[in-house]
């Protein structure tokens, strides 16, 4: 209700704020930033993160560590919440990381690429060969890792658009993020589903192999966004100033 008395204040008081809608331009910025593969780079580089990164800490992540890395419940969460805690920490420090690389996006795109493959690869073969918790611990941390270098993504999108389009194109980066989030945790759903029985009564433990089956399927999608990284243009020349 008071959002709705401010903005009608706003159209009464203060002519001229809300500007007429001209036709052939309601979708014109979307189509523009659709139509430059780039974004489409960006979009794939970053929505990988997140998806395995979401799923592993809303959907699956504590019952992988209860279930196949032998931890109880409470350390488990723990370590979802140091999960969190590290891509809140990364979100601040992230553009301190970016310039001690010299402002170069590309490098730490790359690395962020490099650091979730890695991270899958350590889960999907911690979960097959049945190693040691800790290592499915370190793969846990791999991923989250890049999962808070958002604001990198943020300021590359911004940089490969005209000024006037950098709100929507972030907002076609969230929007490609939230979805990547939505298929991956279907994807570990169909997964788990496929190793019960039919007769589920209470606790479900689902074996270690259904979960590096997870990751397996994870760590082709990271694979996929650190190749598209490498095609990313560097754009750090354009907050320089430099053609």
């Known amino acids: 209700v008071v959002a709705v008395i401010i903005l009608a204040v706003i159209i ?6 809300m500007k007429p809608v001209l036709k ?5 910025p979307l189509f523009f ?24 800490l809303t959907t699956v992540g504590l019952k992988m560590l209860t279930d196949a890395g032998n931890f109880k419940a409470h350390p488990a969460s723990i370590v979802i919440t140091v999960m969190a ?14 310039k001690m690389l010299g402002s170069r996006r590309k490098i730490m795109m790359l690395t962020a690429g490099g650091l979730h493959v890695a991270g899958t690869v350590l889960c999907m073969l911690a979960f097959y060969f049945n190693w040691h918790g800790l290592l499915i611990i370190a793969g846990f941390v791999l991923i989250a890792f890049p999962a808070g270098f958002f604001s990198i993504y943020c300021t590359v999108i911004k940089e490969l658009q005209p000024p006037e389009y950098t709100g929507l194109a972030i ?9 990547a989030i939505a298929v991956w945790g279907n994807i570990a759903g169909a997964v788990l589903a496929g190793f019960e029985d039919g007769n589920i009564s209470g606790v479900v433990n689902y074996p270690p192999q259904a979960y590096g089956m997870i990751f397996a399927i994870f760590s082709i999608f990271a694979a996929a966004g650190l190749i598209a990284s490498f095609y990313l243009p560097e754009t750090w020349h354009k907050k320089n100033g430099q053609n």
């Open 12 to 17: 009464i008081f203060m002519k001229g704020t």
């Open 24 to 28: 052939g331009d309601t979708f014109a």
């Open 33 to 56: 930033i659709l139509k430059n593969k780039n974004s489409w780079f960006v979009f794939a580089a970053s929505s990988v993160i997140f998806g395995s990164y979401y799923t592993i």
């Open 85 to 98: 805690i590290i891509v809140a920490c990364n979100n601040i420090f992230g553009n301190i990381i970016l």
């Open 171 to 179: 907002a076609i980066l969230n929007f490609f993020a939230f979805a």
